[in-house]
């Protein structure tokens, strides 16, 4: 359940420490013929786990992740639960401020006590909640960002997981395809100055190896500013006829824009994270068409607006997932951030279900992120919601790729499909026989 704040428990001070137990958490078994343990967040009937999120500011564009994985949680609930147990999903409103987060975050371990903190969106976020979260030892999983970090610093922060595919190893990408198709560009960054953008200048610079000084120059702009004019606009002055745009959907709308208003079409990359149909078409709407047709980003799941998938049973299941459970509506299912949110939430429910009913500890849960291996659905052939999302395989990657973790790489998702937008169609074509190893 979306909420914005958290209710109040109704435990009596007078109980007694096995009533307690009970009410709190999930008994894990005798340990030495003692009493039951019991986990935080768990009970006989419940499975609670929370997030914030951007629901308003200037990151409100990503609200229908939680909105969209809400909706899988409610589906999941509505038949069956997971072993028995329902998932109760608290969302709170951080407005992409990290100084909000913080306190939000406090709020879901000491008071909503989560057993998990699932999907926290964002790089500035997430840093300035990831160190409270592992000295609390509470899981951290599946952080809604791709900053490279999630994977490298598994050893200093065990408890915090990633599952995109990481900014630095996207960058790479895109270098690869500079240096094929866009040899001796001049090429300009605009970048979010934090980890999230940095990641994108560290990488493509990295990518290009001999060729950085292609680069000619960078711009940032903070992630609490809306316009980005000016910075596009010295980006033009400086000579770049190549473009990437590392941003988030305000700022990467508002430099797509400045495009067109000053009648400048340098060769264009964006980030995944920007490259929603609600993102484009906000573009195309304000005249930038033109402009955007033939820009390269990555894929790394199926796009529900692909005609490729038109018959795919996946995308007819999260349809009338969404139609049914997602609150409040409308929900666009055109709007591909619903089905990263539930494709997520997918992973998630899973993960929950491997552990058994009796093994729903936070130490088993690290355990299992640690160790995933879900591979694409090869040719998944069930025409049913529940058939679809009950299968092992996982049914939102395209065929060839996986989910893996294990060892030192701590980054689930390492393998990107390019893609180029058309305009004219307002979809992107997506190159899946060019699967890429991005790490």
Known sequence: MINGRHGLRGLALGATALLVSLACGVSQGNQGGGTAKSETGVTGDTITIGTTTPLSGPASFYAPVSKGANAYYEY??????????????????????????????????????????????????NTATRPYLNEQKV????????????????????????????????????????????ANAKIGILYQNDDFGKDYVTGLTAGLGSNSSWIVDTQSYEATSVDVRSQVSALKDKGVDLLLIAAIPTQGISAMRTLAALNWKPVLYITNVLESTV????????????????????????????PKWASDPVISAYKSVLSQYCSPQPCDPTDATYSTGMGGAWVVVNILKSLGKDGVTRDALMKAVRNMNFKACADPNNTTPEKVFSSSCDPWLFPGLAIHTGGSNQWPVTQLAPAKFSSATGRWVIDYNNIINAR
């Open 139 to 182: 899981p951290d999983i599946f952080v809604a960002t791709g900053a490279t970090k999630w994977g490298a610093d598994y050893k200093t922060y065990p408890w915090t997981i990633g599952l995109q595919p990481d900014y630095q190893s996207e960058a790479k990408v895109y270098a690869k395809d500079i240096i094929k198709n866009h």
């Open 279 to 306: 993102n484009t078409r906000a573009v195309i709407a304000a005249g930038g068409g033109a402009f955007i047709d033939g820009m390269t980003s990555t894929f790394f799941g199926k796009d529900v607006n692909d």
């Open 76 to 125: 999941v609930n509505a038949h069956g639960g997971v072993n028995g147990r329902k998932i109760k999903y608290i969302v709170l409103d951080d407005s992409y401020d990290a100084a909000k987060a913080v306190p939000l975050t406090h709020q879901l371990v000491e008071q909503d006590q989560v057993y998990a903190v699932v999907g926290q969106l964002g790089t500035p976020i």
